[in-house]
């Protein structure tokens, strides 16, 4: 059974940092492309970032240079670090699965997505 669960989220300034982290079990990590999406109340699910079969990774112009993707193969755990953080990136972030070893920047597919983890920025 594919689970996945993310956590880390929190209360940050602008400005601040958080590592949100995502435990995988149920497949092989290592096999599919892995993704970040998040949400607003009231708004559309959006894509954050993904990482591929092979480590490559994509991210949304609003998170380019900001946040970073990353995966531990042995761990089964994917990462999103997130740096200097704005009100903008208030939401409930999400981890997800692809059912393919690629995912194509900007889209919303994936097959199994975990619940949500609260990031919250504010002063």
């Known amino acids: 059974e594919v689970q996945l669960q993310a956590s880390g989220g929190g209360l940050v300034q602008p400005g601040g940092s958080l590592t949100l982290s995502c435990a995988a079990s149920?497949?092989?990590?290592?096999?599919?492309?892995m993704s970040w999406f998040r949400q607003v109340p009231g708004k559309e699910l959006e894509w954050v970032s993904s990482?591929?079969?092979?480590?490559?990774?994509s991210y949304a112009d609003s998170v380019q240079g900001r946040f970073t993707i990353s995966r531990d193969d042995t761990r089964k755990t994917l990462y999103l670090r997130m740096n200097g953080l704005t009100h903008d990136d208030t939401a409930v972030y999400y981890c997800?699965?692809?059912?393919?070893?690629?995912?194509?920047?900007?889209?919303?597919?994936?097959?199994?997505r975990g619940q949500g983890t609260q990031v919250t920025v504010s002063s």
């Open positions: 997800a699965k692809s059912a393919k070893r690629w995912h194509v920047p900007g889209t919303l597919e994936y097959d199994y």
């Open positions: 149920g497949f092989t990590v290592s096999r599919y492309a």
């Open positions: 990482i591929n079969f092979g480590d490559g990774t």
